[in-house]
């Protein structure tokens, strides 16, 4: 069965950094992408980052573009997202899902159970 | 970037009926299409994908029809365990963007 366990939100302050974990299990890691999509309360999904299985090629909307890092670690799988220079506007709950792709886009076809980020001062 | 615009918003249906749900993008995204189902405090589930391709383990009133611009979701016979809110997403090109979403409530 596969699992994602999403861990590492809370409450941070505009500008601060938080690093959120996602923990896999039930499927082989490495052959698949990953992918981080968020939802902010009562509103629709984005999607915020996808990594390639081995992690040489990211990708990134704008809307975080040089503010969040998605990295992975096969070994562990464990995917993560690094975010700094948060604003009030990441707010949200983020899932972790794994990703099918053709090619390097695709779908989500299974997600976590999501962690909140609360970025407040 | 390519814009998904989903319909209705809203839609209060009887158990049994049929329900559509569209979705248009701003230009053809080439069947590059997936339908999210998210029932209340709980993360999304993948339907369909490649615009018509039922998920493993979805049941069969849900199916998923269009090209081009314009795709739909539909559901037979509606069951009390499908109220939900339902998302497109396309992944012809990055980056990916959802529709808004459709609230599928009893009526």
């Known amino acids: 069965e596969v699992q994602l366990v999403e861990s590492g939100g809370g409450l941070v302050q505009p500008g601060r950094s938080l690093k959120l974990s996602c923990a896999a299990s039930g499927f082989t890691f490495s052959n698949y992408y990953m992918a981080w999509v968020r939802q902010a309360p009562k509103k629709g999904l984005e999607w915020v980052a996808t990594i390639s299985t081995s992690g040489s090629r990211t990708y990134y909307p704008d809307s975080v573009k040089g503010r969040f890092t998605i990295s992975r670690d096969n070994a562990k799988s464990s995917l993560y997202l690094q975010m700094n220079s948060l604003k009030s506007e990441d707010t949200a709950t983020y899932y972790c899902?794994?990703?099918?792709?053709?090619?390097?886009?695709?779908?989500?076809?299974?997600w976590g159970q999501g962690v909140m980020v609360t970025v407040s001062s | 970037d390519i814009q998904m615009t989903q319909s209705p918003a809203s839609l209060s249906a009887s158990l049994g009926e049929t329900v559509t749900i569209e979705c248009r993008a701003s230009?053809?995204?080439?069947?590059?299409l997936a339908w999210y189902q998210q029932k209340p405090g709980k993360s999304p589930q993948l339907l369909i994908y490649?615009?018509?391709s039922l998920h493993t383990g979805v049941p069969s009133r849900f199916s998923g029809s269009g090209s081009g611009t314009q795709y739909s979701l539909k559901i037979n016979s509606l069951q009390s365990e499908d109220v939900a809110s339902y998302f497109c997403q396309q992944y012809y090109n990055y980056p990916y963007t959802f529709g808004a979403g459709t609230k599928l409530e009893l009526k």
């Open positions: 490649n615009a018509n």
């Open positions: 899902a794994r990703h099918r792709t053709m090619g390097i886009l695709g779908y989500f076809d299974y």
């Open positions: 230009e053809d995204i080439y069947n590059g």
